[in-house]
């Protein structure tokens, strides 16, 4: 079974501080996307990685995929209250109905004024 | 900016009921997704269509639940009957292609079961 795991689950910090969310499988992938979702809202796309290595930046956010494309970071600079919410890995399925996207279980950022 | 419309925003259904859920997806898009999303978790795959066809319904509870997209448009999730276990946010998601690039999602129906 394809898996996204997602680390950490919780994440609890004060304005300004930094952080980094990761996100790991064993399995190999053709693009990478991070989504952001707020309480009671859908999730909203950042950004989609496609290169093994390849490096975004966002304002804040640096995203990172890893170079055998098995693993992806989102790191945050100088976190803001705004920044606080759900933040989820996906990616195509690898096998079988490789349209749909695999979630992974998401990291909840709580940033404190 | 185009939007994926879902309706209604909230629902609340004793057990046993049945309930319906409707999406309208951007214009253009061909591949439509209902995903449900259990509090704190990352959504899954409930059923996917291209047009009008059902591409993957595999984690679909059949017994109890049936997804239209009758004119290749917009889309209905119905539940008949509703258990506590349904209780979730149900996510409408369109995109142009298979999704590579991203989905774009609708808020979502946030159903409580009684």
């Known amino acids: 079974t394809q898996l996204l795991e997602q680390s950490p689950q919780f994440l609890s910090i004060q304005e300004g501080e930094n952080l980094t969310v990761y996100c790991n499988s064993s399995?190999?992938?053709?693009?990478l996307q991070w989504y952001r979702q707020e309480p009671g809202e859908g999730p909203v796309l950042l950004v989609t990685v496609v290169t093994g290595g390849e490096v975004k930046k966002l304002k804040r956010l640096t995203f990172q995929f890893g170079d055998a494309r098995k693993d992806s970071s989102l790191h945050i600079t100088a976190a803001q209250p705004g920044d606080t919410g759900l933040y989820l890995c996906?990616?195509?399925?690898?096998?079988?109905?490789?349209?749909?996207?695999?979630f992974g279980q998401g990291t909840t950022l709580q940033v404190k004024p | 900016e185009a939007e994926v419309a879902q309706s209604p925003r909230y629902k609340i259904t004793e057990k046993s009921q049945a309930v319906a859920f409707w999406c309208d997806p951007i214009?253009?898009?061909?591949?439509l997704y209902w995903y449900r999303q259990i509090l704190g978790q990352g959504p899954e795959l409930l059923v996917q269509?291209?047009?009008?066809?059902?591409?993957?319904d595999s984690q679909l509870p059949k017994d109890r639940f049936s997804a239209e997209r009758l004119k290749g448009v917009d889309s209905t999730l119905k539940i008949q009957p509703a258990e506590l276990g349904d209780s979730a946010m149900y996510l409408c998601?369109?995109?142009?292609?298979?999704?590579?690039?991203?989905?774009?999602f609708g808020s979502g129906t946030r159903l409580t079961v009684v």
């Open positions: 269509f291209q047009d009008e066809s059902v591409v993957d």
């Open positions: 996906a990616a195509g399925a690898v096998s079988g109905n490789t349209g749909k996207l695999i």
């Open positions: 214009s253009g898009h061909a591949t």
């Open positions: 998601a369109s995109s142009h292609g298979t999704g590579g690039s991203g989905y774009t």
């Open positions: 399995s190999v992938f053709s693009s």
